[in-house]
C-alpha cells in the first residue's frame, strides 16, 4: 500500500520542520519511545476514580484495557494486509531519528492504544480523556517527527482503538457490571470499592 499523497506531503513538512528544530530531537525522540507507557499510569487513575463512582464506571476502564489488547490483535491482520513500508524504507534524504523497525506502518499499534484507553477514560473522567488526547496527539505528532510514521498511521489506528472500545463496552457492559457485583461478595472485594454491605450498587 502506498500513503495518500496529502499524508506523504504532510510527513515530509514534519520531517523538514524536524531537520530544523535539532535541540527537540531529544524530546521528540522520547515521547514516541516512552510516552505510550504513560497510559498505564492513565488506567490506574482511571480505576481508581470509577471504583469510588459505580461499577459502571469500572466496567468502562475494565473493558478500555481489554479492548486495546484486542484492538491490538484485530490490527495485526489488516497491518499485514495492507502491508505499508515504513517512510524510512521509501522516503529519499528524510532525518531519520527513531530506530527502523521491519513492521507495516499503517495502521499504528501506538494509535490503537491511545484510541481505545482515552475512550474509556473520557466516559469516567473528562479531565483524564482531555489529557490522554493531548498526549495521544503530542505521541502521534512525535512518531511522524522522527520518522516512525505517516500521520494518516496514526489517525487510522486511533480510529480503530476507540471504535473497538466503544463497540465492546456497548456490547459488555451488563456482563462486566454483574461480574463485578459477583466481585464483591469475594475477598477480592477492596479492588471493586464498598462491600455490598455498605451500600453498593452497579
Request: glycine residues 8%; proline residues 6%; hydrophobic residues 50%.
Amino acid at each position: 500500500m502506498t500513503p495518500p499523497k496529502f499524508d506523504t506531503s504532510l510527513f515530509l513538512t514534519i520531517n523538514r520542520f524536524a531537520e530544523r528544530t535539532p535541540a527537540l530531537h531529544g524530546f521528540f525522540l522520547a515521547v514516541a519511545n516512552y510516552g505510550i507507557f504513560v497510559y498505564f499510569l492513565l488506567l490506574l487513575a482511571g480505576w481508581l476514580i470509577a471504583r469510588r463512582k459505580s461499577l459502571s464506571y469500572m466496567a468502562a476502564m475494565f473493558w478500555s484495557s481489554v479492548g486495546a489488547l484486542i484492538a491490538l490483535g484485530i490490527n495485526q491482520p489488516i497491518a499485514h494486509f495492507f502491508n505499508e513500508p515504513r517512510p524510512y524504507d521509501v522516503q529519499h534524504h528524510i532525518l531519520v531519528l527513531i530506530k527502523q523497525a521491519n513492521d507495516s506502518s499503517f495502521p499504528s499499534d501506538h494509535g490503537v492504544v491511545i484510541g481505545a484507553v482515552t475512550i474509556g477514560l473520557f466516559y469516567v473522567n473528562r479531565t483524564l480523556g482531555y489529557l490522554s488526547l493531548f498526549l495521544g496527539i503530542l505521541i502521534a505528532f512525535a512518531r511522524v517527527y522522527t520518522a516512525a510514521h505517516y500521520p494518516l498511521d496514526l489517525v487510522a489506528g486511533f480510529v480503530l482503538g476507540g471504535v473497538v472500545a466503544y463497540g465492546g463496552y456497548k456490547l459488555t457492559r451488563s456482563y462486566l457490571v454483574r461480574l463485578f457485583y459477583l466481585f464483591l461478595k469475594t475477598p477480592l472485594w477492596p479492588l471493586f470499592g464498598s462491600h455490598p454491605r455498605q451500600g453498593k450498587t452497579p
